[in-house]
């Protein structure tokens, strides 16, 4: 890597991601010399007029995301077009000059770049737990919409029948009470880049079981690659 490492954070929501990717930028820059960072964001959903939102919104029936808006309002958004959109923004991302682009949503499938490595949240995290829960007897996931949580089984591939709860990190949920439905889990995953290190403290105390934070997974890989 050069000695100054550029980088694209990349979200199917709106940017600054005020709630993300500061935290994700001091994890990662820990012990490492001023200027070693460099980091621009970009948004799936930036400059869209109201009427262009409303269009993204998911409808009955469709794969969702749960994303934030500039404000901090939650959007559920459609995973077909938000996916046509995302493919569309990296590969102009791809032509910029960034060494690595971050991708800060974990249940997204995309193409592959021509010049950029591309870091994607899903696979780092869903790998990771799939290694972890091989040997677990009850694994517990937690994800921010109760409709993710009847489809996770054809999104995600992972060992037995996890236990599923639902707790959204921009919907002001109690996560805490949420979690404590997993009580007894051998291992829980917070599976959304938008749970942040407060929510994780806030499960951690809520139950007896290791806990997962899927954001500081991804910092973990970013980090080592610097």
């Given at each position: 890597m050069p000695s100054t490492s550029k980088i694209a954070f990349v979200t199917i929501g709106q940017t600054p991601r005020v709630d993300l990717v500061p935290e994700m930028i001091a994890e990662i820059?820990?012990?490492?010399?001023?200027?070693?960072?460099?980091?621009q964001e970009f948004g799936v959903l930036d400059g869209m007029s109201p009427a262009e939102l409303d269009a993204m919104r998911a409808r009955d029936g469709e794969y969702s995301f749960a994303t934030r808006l500039q404000s901090g309002e939650e959007i559920v958004?459609?995973?077909?077009?938000?996916?046509?959109?995302l493919n569309a923004l990296l590969r102009r991302i791809d032509g910029e000059g960034f060494d690595i682009?971050?991708?800060?949503?974990?249940?997204?499938?995309i193409e592959p770049l021509a010049n950029t490595l591309v870091i994607e949240a899903q696979r780092i995290v869903d790998s990771t737990v799939e290694a972890l829960a091989a040997s677990a007897r009850k694994l517990g996931v937690i994800l921010p919409l109760?409709?993710?949580?009847?489809?996770f089984a054809e999104r995600h591939v992972l060992p037995g029948k996890p236990h599923l709860v639902s707790a959204s990190p921009?919907?002001?949920d109690d996560i805490g009470e949420r979690a404590k439905q997993l009580e007894g889990c051998d291992l829980v995953v917070m599976h959304c880049m938008g749970?942040?290190?407060a929510m994780h403290e806030a499960v951690c105390d809520a139950i007896d079981t290791p806990v997962l934070l899927s954001r500081r997974l991804v910092a973990g890989v970013?980090?080592?690659?610097l």
């Open positions: 820059s820990v012990g490492l010399p001023d200027g070693r960072i460099a980091f958004t459609s995973k077909a077009r938000t996916e046509e959109k682009v971050v991708l800060l949503c974990t249940g997204t499938r109760e409709r993710q949580v009847k489809d921009y919907a002001g749970y942040s290190a970013v980090r080592q690659m």
